[in-house]
């Protein structure tokens, strides 16, 4: 029987996909298509909702960036950390969470937020190579994020 890779064992996964309202926007922006085209010919304005829907929906799901924590490592969108650098990490929700995201904010921090998602994870970097005081990202389910870079790892 194979060994288990433990660092290589997902504890977390977050996929930060657009709301319902964000596909319902794109949807009604591709309309555009029809609006602008619709003149020429009827098919010319379908196609061209068509094509606008295509980029949208490919744009949107090729930006949408993943959160994982593994046993070695914290991955938000394209940034990855040794575990070992993680220092404190907190959750905010609502106005706090919009504080974060606003006047309390540090420059230098590393931001992977969605506006579509209000919680936001403060987690603290504790590289001295690395300038980046802390990571904010985004998360739907912000306790079980915190809980999952807090335990301890094996």
């Known amino acids: 029987m194979p060994a288990r890779n433990s660092s290589l064992e997902i504890l977390y996964t977050e996929k930060l996909w657009p709301s319902v309202w964000i596909w ?7 309309a555009a ?3 602008m085209f619709g003149p020429i010919s ?6 061209a909702a068509l094509v606008l829907l295509a980029i949208m929906v490919i744009m949107l799901v090729l930006s949408t960036p993943t959160i994982t924590v593994t046993a070695d490592t914290v991955t938000v969108g394209r940034a990855s950390i040794d575990r070992k ?10 106005a ?4 974060e995201r606003g006047p309390r904010l540090n420059g230098l921090a590393y931001m992977c937020f969605r506006g ?10 504790t590289d001295p190579a690395d300038r980046t005081p802390y990571w904010l990202a985004s998360s739907r389910r912000p306790d079980e994020l915190v809980s999952a870079l807090t335990t301890p790892r094996s």
């Open 24 to 30: 319902v926007v794109v949807v009604g922006l591709s």
């Open 42 to 47: 009827a098919a010319a304005g379908i196609i």
């Open 96 to 99: 706090e969470a919009t504080a």
């Open 33 to 35: 298509g029809v609006l």
């Open 116 to 125: 579509w998602i209000d919680a936001v994870v403060r987690i603290e970097i």
């Open 85 to 94: 650098f993680i220092g404190s990490v907190q959750a905010f929700k609502k």
